[in-house]
């Protein structure tokens, strides 16, 4: 795989030489149409909200769209700043056909933006403003893969992730005022989180996610954290008087089981049972999130609840809490390696995951709490 990398990333750069010859505008022109494209995935998407809202204080009169894959949609699609979404199908979220690329980059011209904000790594995916005639393209640049655009932002050194996202603004000259991530449940979605009058016996709320790490092309068992300790950790919390709800998608089931039967006590089980609206809306009524470095996690941010983050193959500087939270993390020698949007697979130790304690976890609970 890094053979493949450094492959690709000697021929991005060899195709980069006659991009670098072209006269470059020395200023941004104020656009009537803006097009954001960032496809992949949950977390990642989210993490781009803040470029949302910055982009429509920037540019009121604009046209300002959003071009993301059917997994991630969910997390714009209500967006109040944004005025419609375009699908990229498979394009930039796994494997794809050429067909549906060609038919991605017919769409967006058909649009005719002005200007183009790349926030994906890929070179197919970077390429995309280029093929489809927008002048202006900003984006990042990471080992030259950016060589298509108009203005490249270099991805160096380990910085979160969001802040890299939001470095394509700072490079025109756009500075965002304090960036937060963003989620807007509908309506319908709110009603059926108050629908489970969670708050009916005047316990506070603590949601735990015990699944996930799973996307597109990729699935990152390294990131959950043991069953048997979020058992231990939820029968404390539950004795301490809070409210205790499970949360996961429908491949969390498992899991989910395995929390509940080491528990002495009951919970709320809605793993499988919640749209992202719904469990947007539900995080939104929560005192408190505990789970991993998932797309749920940045959902939680983005809800305003508090967060308690165990890490462990992914950096929690690059991918932790943007916001009020807590990221939990043991440099155990080979971590972190899930680096760049890969995960070293052939590691099956889980030393890195396995390293935070439950009583790490409980104090940072009952920090959050307490604050």
């Known amino acids: 795989m890094a053979f493949r990398d450094a492959m690709v990333s000697l021929a991005c750069r060899l195709l980069g030489i006659p991009f670098r010859l072209i006269p470059r505008s020395p200023s941004l022109a104020i656009p009537r149409s803006v097009l954001i494209i960032k496809p992949c995935c949950i977390g990642d998407v989210l993490l781009a909200t803040p470029v949302i809202a910055a ?15 059917p997994w991630a949609r969910a997390m714009v699609e209500n967006n109040p700043h944004l005025d419609s979404i375009v699908d990229c199908g498979r394009v930039g979220g796994g494997a794809f056909p050429w067909r549906e690329y060609l038919d991605l980059v017919r769409r967006i011209r058909d649009r005719n933006y002005d200007l183009c904000f790349v926030l994906a790594r890929s070179p197919l995916v970077t390429l995309l403003p280029f093929l489809a005639g927008i ?10 893969r950016g060589f298509s655009l108009t203005v490249r932002v270099p991805v160096t050194g380990v910085k979160h992730e969001a802040e890299l996202y939001l470095d394509t603004l700072r490079a025109v000259g756009i500075e965002p005022e304090e960036p937060t991530l963003e989620f807007h449940p509908l309506e319908e979605d709110r009603l059926v989180a108050e629908g489970w009058k969670l708050r009916a016996e005047g316990k506070r709320i603590v949601v735990i996610h015990p699944g996930g790490g799973v996307n597109p ?6 990131k959950r954290w043991p069953p048997e300790r979020f058992s231990r950790l939820a029968d404390r ?21 395995a929390v509940k039967g080491a528990m002495r ?17 539900l995080l939104g009524e929560a005192d408190l999130f505990i789970g991993h470095d998932t797309g749920a996690m940045h959902l939680a941010v983005a809800m305003r609840t508090p967060v308690v983050a165990i890490f462990g193959p992914s950096d929690p500087r ?11 993390w043991h440099d155990v020698g080979c971590n972190p390696c899930f680096v760049g949007g890969r995960w070293k697979s052939s590691c099956r130790h889980f030393r890195c995951i396995e390293a935070v304690t439950v009583e790490e976890v409980w104090e940072a609970a009952l920090a959050l709490l307490d604050a």
């Open 55 to 69: 982009l429509r204080d920037a540019f009121p009169e604009a046209r300002l769209d959003f071009a993301v894959c």
């Open 217 to 222: 092309g990729m699935s990152i068992s390294a």
């Open 318 to 328: 690059m991918y932790g809490p943007y916001g009020k939270g807590i990221a939990l």
């Open 265 to 281: 006590n009951q919970v709320l089980d809605l793993t499988g049972k919640l749209s992202w609206g719904q469990l947007g809306a």
């Open 237 to 257: 919390l539950i004795e301490r008087g809070m409210q205790i709800v499970l949360v996961g998608g429908p491949g969390d089931k498992s899991i989910a089981e």
């Open 135 to 144: 002048p202006q393209r900003v984006g990042l640049d990471s080992h030259g």
